[in-house]
């Protein structure tokens, strides 16, 4: 694929800091897509945050977070549009003509809403619960992305998103002249890392390690992280998930291959696994942290950084609208 031929949309929920999983499941793949000549639009989904929770109150300091892990890892505000969905109301207006696009049967029958429903600690589930991959639809389709790297947990709306594209064209676009185009997921090649309890790596579980944690808060998580009895240290994910896990992460933060790491650690049992992780992530991570620190003295740059592409994504997101509304001929 050429490079410069390739729009990629992503994006994270404002909900906390960004951890190892999020590093090498998604934002390492976007900063080389970015340092290849891909142009990378990454939403900071603040409307997505209100499906749940009632954090509005800490919105603008998650932002930032996101903002500082994002800059901390090289996504590069001169070449990457970063922005949040609140500042872009033409992208929003999009959902109206998109909801008009699915049934309500399809949105029910989303696997990974359905399991942030079972999970979810409140009370009501909102009409935004169910609508927001719609919504995320229109995230990556107002710039017309054509590549969306993510989780596996975030296919079901990238297939819906192709749906709202492939009928939206269907029923407005004149033949040949499609006005958006069906993008692609690209998974991660790497496995999926686990928190440190074994149950999947989530920000909001208390089992991750943040990009941002100094090396002693890294050290106290896997010094604490699940294990199992077996004294030999080996790689087998589906056998022995928590010390693969272990393994995995070393591995990825040394680029080496874990079935050799685990071999070599064999013996040493989980307290050498424990220190080997721990030298892995710290050195690793060390210079992405040294960055987000200094940025995090520069307020002023982060609110530059986001009014710039607050303001660019605006520009397309009101080319695509006017695009949409010429089309289905609601132009008065
Ligand atoms: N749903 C994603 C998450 O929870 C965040 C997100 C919002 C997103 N809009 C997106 C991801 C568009 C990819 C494309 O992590």
């Known amino acids: 694929m050429n490079p410069s031929s390739v729009r990629v949309l992503t994006g994270d929920r404002p909900t906390g800091r960004l951890h190892v999983g999020h590093y090498f499941g998604s934002l390492e793949s976007r900063v080389r897509l970015q340092n290849e000549g891909a142009e990378l639009y990454v939403v900071i989904a603040d409307y997505q945050v209100l499906t749940d929770r009632d954090i509005a109150a800490n919105l603008p300091g998650y932002v930032e977070e996101l903002l500082l892990d994002y800059l901390a890892v090289g996504i590069d505000p001169e070449r990457a549009v970063v922005f949040t969905h609140s500042a872009v109301p033409a992208l929003n207006q999009l959902l109206l003509p998109f909801l008009s696009l699915v049934s309500v049967a399809e949105l029910q029958r989303n696997p990974t809403v359905k399991d942030e429903i079972r999970h979810s600690s ?17 995230d990556i389709l107002f710039c017309k992305a054509n590549t969306v790297p ?45 928190g440190t309890d074994g149950g999947k790596m989530s920000k909001s579980r208390g089992n991750a390690i943040a990009l941002a944690a100094d090396a002693d808060e890294t050290a106290r998580l896997i010094r604490g992280a699940k294990t199992d ?7 087998e994910p589906e056998r022995r998930p928590e010390v693969s896990s272990l393994v995995l992460l070393a591995a990825l933060c040394t680029e080496r291959d874990p079935a050799e790491l685990a071999e ?22 060390s ?9 995090a003295r520069d307020r002023g740059f982060l609110r530059e950084v986001l009014r710039r592409g607050n303001k660019e994504a605006n520009v397309v997101a009101d080319a695509t609208l006017e695009q949409v509304r010429t089309v289905m001929d609601c132009v008065y």
Not at 229 to 235: D, K, P, Q, V
């Open 122 to 138: 409140q009370a009501a589930v909102s009409g935004l619960m169910f609508t927001y991959p719609v919504h995320q639809a229109a």
């Open 150 to 194: 993510v989780g596996r947990d975030q296919l079901p709306h990238l297939e819906i998103t192709r749906t709202v594209a492939r009928r939206f064209n269907e029923r407005y676009a004149r033949p040949g002249e499609p006005v958006f185009p069906e993008p692609e997921a690209l998974l991660s090649a790497a496995p999926l890392l686990l």
């Open 229 to 235: 009895a077996e004294r030999h240290i080996s790689y």
């Open 264 to 285: 070599e650690i064999g013996g040493g049992g989980a307290a050498a696994l424990k220190q080997v992780v721990t030298a892995a992530v710290n050195e690793r991570f």
């Open 287 to 295: 210079p992405v942290r040294a960055r987000r620190a200094e940025l």
